[in-house]
Every structure is written in structure tokens, then in C-alpha cells.
């Protein structure tokens, strides 16, 4: 490469993130670290009605989770600054000024209803503008402006066919003739996408742009400003392009914001690890290798080519990005999955926020009888709230009740509770011990039908940490006290 690596990421602040931002910010992100180049990140906000300050900060908020930090930026700033849209307007103005001076613009007076009618009078199917304003004369120009009537710029395009070599997909080819002049601002005067993007791109010395194939159209546009501006001096080069592949739903449809599995933070909200949610978007599009699927970041970046990103779309599949996330779950230490789950559980009100001494004392020696266990952070709510929660406030799984607390489960509750009402010692193996002699031994029942119902009894459900641990945890008192209050 002939100059350093400069990619950008730029979403429009319009709403929640979806998976399939965070695919683009992540493939961009690797991409930079991997040639050692710098991460951009750009919010084009020139969508003054739909552009909010929530969703700006929801943009941010998830690249920060993710732990994708960008080099040039809104916060961090930078030489190429500002890095909202919304506060470049007058670059823009300067360059679309640069760009009538040299023709490569016209001022454009046709109303949408003008340019229907003459589509339909010519029987042409070509979809939008047909060029009636292109070679305006003088006259037609003034009687057009002494109406009153408002005009767009429009951008010339240039004859023959625009060709690329397209990162991910190799050569792609446009007829240009496929490729109307379009509009680069609002007859207001207030800049759009079609010239914002290219301009910020040119301006901030962009090499490559790597987007979603659902702009894969846009590119015959884009390229062409490109080389207008690298023509008037505005840029150094045109941005080689790449497109990832679109990312499927269900019904193998493209996965919209509207579908649940899209709504990036609703996997932060369930306790997926930000490592184990990248792994899987990752692998929307490109694999580490043919016979493995977890890895990290690191590992990512040593290998990922952008040439090896499949073209083809890629299905979201929400139990496999489950698997990967258990994956990275079973990586981290006690203490690590201890110190992440600490927040969900305050969320949940499982612990008191502040944490308290005592319940720091009990989280400590009851997560180790869960770490295993849980796949998502979210989840150590459900396994520990039972050993939390206040004896007033403690309530039955009514399902895992009606199933496990009939008359033969009820029968062993009440050997439960006599056998261990004597124990001397409250401890793992004699709990333990004693319901093994009293329940499997005494009363010959298999270990699921003999420890189910107590399970019940005792942590509310039919699925919790081990059992004999748990209740050494809850201690004598509140063990005993939950036996005899599930027998009535």
C-alpha cells in the first residue's frame, strides 16, 4: 500500500445500533489495527429530522462496549476534525462551489412532476433524472429563475462505464448510462449524503471504504465525485471500496432494525461478553479457519484479509453466537465472570448497590457453583438470587412446583426435613451424606426423583447450583425454614 491504512466508520445517528453496525465497525476496526493504519469514526448527521443526540450517544455507548476504540473521532478529536457532519457545513459549501467552478455541476430547476411527465411522454423506463437541465441555455436559465423556481446541483456524470476493483468482490462494472446525475444538496441548499461522504472521505484521507453490500450501488456515484475532487486538488486519491456481505434473518430476508435479533444492545442487556458477541459477527463473513470458530481479537487481527471475506450473504444464527458466547464464558477466571455479572446483578436487585460486606462474602463463595454454569452474564440472576433474596420475598418456581412438589415429592421434602433437622455439622458432605442415606438409601429413590423436590424447595427451582453446596451457603436455618414452608 502506497500510503497508510486510514478506514472510517460512519453510522447515522437514527436509531438503536444493529448487529450489522457492529459487523461493519468491527471488519473496519481489524482492518487498521492489522496495517498498523487508523480508525476513523464519523457520524453523519446531516438527517437533521431523523438525527438525534440519544441515538448519538447510543452509537458511541456501543463501540465503547464493545471495546473498539477509534483513533480520530468524536471526543478523542483529531487532525481532520470536526467529525460530525452536521458541523462541516461550510467545507461543504467551499467544495461545491469548487466543483460548479469547474463544471462538473449544474444547477438543476426540473420539479420530480416535470421529470415524470417527460419519462412517460418518451416511453422510456429509465428510472430518474433524464439530463434536461444539463446543457441549459442562458435564456431558459433566467425565465427558469425569474419564476422563482428553486434548483438542486446536480452532479454530470461522465460517459461510458465506471469500473472498480472492489476488495471483497473483485471487478465490478456500471454502465454510466445506468447512472443519472444526482442531486449533492436540498434546494435549501443544505448538503446530502451522495456529497457529504465522498467529501469526508477526500478530506480526511481515506484509503478504504468498507461497507454493507446494500451500498453497493451508490459506489458508480461516488466514484466519479472522487475523481473530480482528486482532479481540483480537494483529494490525494479515490478510496479503494470493499462490500460485506448482506446479513440475513429469518426467512433468509435481510436482517432489518425491525427484527429482534438486529438490536445490538438487547445482547448487551442479556449478558453476552462483548468478545464473545464480535467472535460470531466475525464469522458473518469470514472464518480464522475451516475447523475453528473461537478466537480473539488479537487472533483476528494476526489473521484477517479482507480478500477472504466471502461475498455471499451470511445468516444470522442465534444459537451458534449463543455457543461462541458460552465459549468465551468458559475463558475467564471466577473473579473475572465475578466482577462482570456484579452489574446485572445490581440491575436485577439480586445485591444492593452498593455491595454490601455480606453479600460481597456470600457472591464470593457462590459463584464459583455457578461459573460454570452460566452461558450469559444475565443468567447468574436466575441461578443466585435464590441464596439473596429475603426469606418474606422467597417464592416457588410455580411450574417447577406443580411438576416436582406432588405427593412423592412432598414425601421427600418431609424425610429431608427430618434428616437433616439433626445434623451436627452444616456442611457440604454432611448435607450431602444425610439426604443420601435418608432419601436414596432410606426411601429407594433414584438421585433425580430423591434431590429434585428438595431442589425445589430449596432454591425455588428445578434447575440451580449444586444442590449440597447451595444449601451449606443458605446455612441450617433458611434450608430447614424453606423444607417446612414447602410442606405447608
Known amino acids: 500500500m502506497t500510503s497508510p491504512v486510514r478506514v472510517r466508520f460512519c453510522p447515522s445517528p437514527t436509531g438503536s445500533p444493529h448487529v450489522?453496525?457492529?459487523?461493519?465497525?468491527?471488519?473496519?476496526?481489524?482492518?487498521a489495527r492489522q496495517h498498523g493504519g487508523t480508525f476513523v469514526f464519523r457520524i453523519e448527521d446531516t438527517d437533521k429530522e431523523r438525527s438525534t443526540e440519544e441515538s448519538y450517544d447510543a452509537m458511541v455507548g456501543a463501540l465503547r462496549w464493545l471495546g473498539l476504540d477509534w483513533d480520530e473521532g468524536p471526543i478523542v478529536g483529531g487532525p481532520h476534525g470536526p467529525y460530525r457532519q452536521s458541523e462541516r457545513t461550510q467545507l461543504y459549501r467551499d467544495v461545491l462551489a469548487r466543483l460548479a467552478a469547474s463544471s462538473y455541476t449544474y444547477d438543476c430547476f426540473c420539479t420530480t412532476a416535470e421529470v415524470d411527465a417527460r419519462r412517460?411522454?418518451?416511453?422510456?423506463?429509465?428510472?430518474?433524472?433524464?439530463?434536461?437541465?444539463?446543457?441549459?441555455?442562458?435564456?431558459?436559465?433566467?425565465?427558469?429563475?425569474?419564476?422563482g423556481r428553486p434548483s438542486v446541483v446536480r452532479f454530470r456524470m461522465p460517459d461510458g462505464s465506471i469500473t472498480w476493483d472492489d476488495a471483497v468482490r473483485g471487478e465490478v462494472t456500471f454502465e454510466t448510462r445506468h447512472v443519472p446525475d444526482f442531486a449533492l444538496c436540498r434546494a435549501n441548499g443544505d448538503p446530502l449524503y451522495t456529497l457529504v461522504n465522498p467529501v469526508d472521505d477526500a478530506l480526511m484521507e481515506i484509503t478504504h471504504v468498507l461497507r454493507g453490500e446494500d451500498l453497493l450501488s451508490s459506489t458508480p456515484r461516488q466514484i466519479p465525485l472522487h475523481r473530480a475532487l482528486v482532479d481540483l486538488g480537494i483529494s490525494k486519491a479515490v478510496p479503494r471500496?470493499?462490500?460485506?456481505?448482506?446479513?440475513?434473518?429469518?426467512?433468509?430476508?435481510?436482517?432489518?432494525?425491525?427484527?429482534?435479533?438486529?438490536?445490538?444492545?438487547?445482547?448487551?442487556?442479556?449478558?453476552?461478553?462483548?468478545?464473545g458477541l464480535l467472535n460470531y459477527l466475525a464469522l458473518l463473513g469470514w472464518a480464522i479457519?475451516?475447523?475453528?470458530?473461537?478466537?480473539?481479537?488479537?487472533?483476528?487481527?494476526?489473521?484477517?484479509?479482507?480478500?477472504?471475506?466471502?461475498?455471499?450473504?451470511?445468516?444470522?444464527?442465534?444459537?451458534?453466537?449463543?455457543?461462541?458466547?458460552?465459549?468465551?464464558?468458559?475463558m475467564l477466571s471466577v473473579e473475572e465472570i465475578t466482577h462482570r455479572v456484579i452489574p446485572f446483578l445490581k440491575r436485577d436487585g439480586v445485591i444492593s448497590d452498593p455491595v454490601g460486606d455480606a453479600d460481597a462474602q456470600l457472591l464470593e463463595a457462590a459463584m464459583p457453583l455457578v461459573a460454570e454454569r452460566i452461558n450469559k452474564l444475565a443468567e447468574a440472576s436466575g441461578?443466585?438470587?435464590?441464596?439473596?433474596?429475603?426469606?418474606?420475598?422467597?417464592?416457588?418456581?410455580?411450574?417447577?412446583?406443580?411438576?416436582?412438589?406432588?405427593?412423592?415429592?412432598?414425601?421427600?421434602?418431609?424425610?429431608?426435613?427430618?434428616?437433616?433437622?439433626?445434623?451436627?455439622?452444616?456442611?457440604?458432605?454432611?448435607?450431602?451424606?444425610?439426604?443420601?442415606?435418608?432419601?436414596?438409601?432410606?426411601?429407594?429413590?433414584?438421585?433425580r426423583k430423591a434431590f429434585g423436590p428438595v431442589r425445589v424447595a430449596v432454591t425455588g427451582k428445578r434447575i440451580s447450583p449444586p444442590l449440597f453446596e447451595s444449601m451449606e451457603l443458605l446455612g441450617r436455618e433458611r434450608s430447614l425454614g424453606r423444607l417446612q414452608a414447602a410442606l405447608g
Open 20 to 31: 450489522g453496525f457492529a459487523r461493519t465497525a468491527l471488519y473496519n476496526w481489524v482492518f
Open 120 to 147: 412517460k411522454a418518451s416511453g422510456s423506463k429509465m428510472q430518474g433524472y433524464d439530463g434536461f437541465c444539463r446543457e441549459l441555455s442562458a435564456e431558459q436559465r433566467a425565465v427558469f429563475e425569474a419564476e
Open 241 to 275: 471500496f470493499g462490500h460485506l456481505p448482506l446479513i440475513m434473518g429469518e426467512g433468509n430476508k435481510k436482517l432489518s432494525k425491525r427484527d429482534p435479533q438486529a438490536h445490538l444492545f438487547a445482547y448487551r442487556d442479556e449478558g453476552f461478553l462483548p468478545e
Open 289 to 330: 479457519a475451516a475447523d475453528r470458530d473461537v478466537f480473539d481479537l488479537e487472533e483476528m487481527v494476526e489473521a484477517f484479509e479482507i480478500a477472504d471475506v466471502n461475498p455471499n450473504p451470511a445468516r444470522f444464527d442465534l444459537k451458534k453466537a449463543e455457543a461462541i458466547n458460552a465459549a468465551h464464558m468458559r
Open 383 to 447: 441461578m443466585l438470587g435464590f441464596l439473596f433474596v429475603d426469606e418474606d420475598s422467597f417464592g416457588l418456581d410455580e411450574a417447577d412446583a406443580a411438576k416436582l412438589l406432588d405427593a412423592d415429592g412432598l414425601a421427600a421434602v418431609r424425610a429431608s426435613y427430618d434428616a437433616l433437622a439433626g445434623l451436627e455439622q452444616w456442611s457440604t458432605a454432611e448435607i450431602q451424606a444425610s439426604l443420601q442415606a435418608a432419601l436414596v438409601d432410606g426411601l429407594g429413590l433414584k438421585p
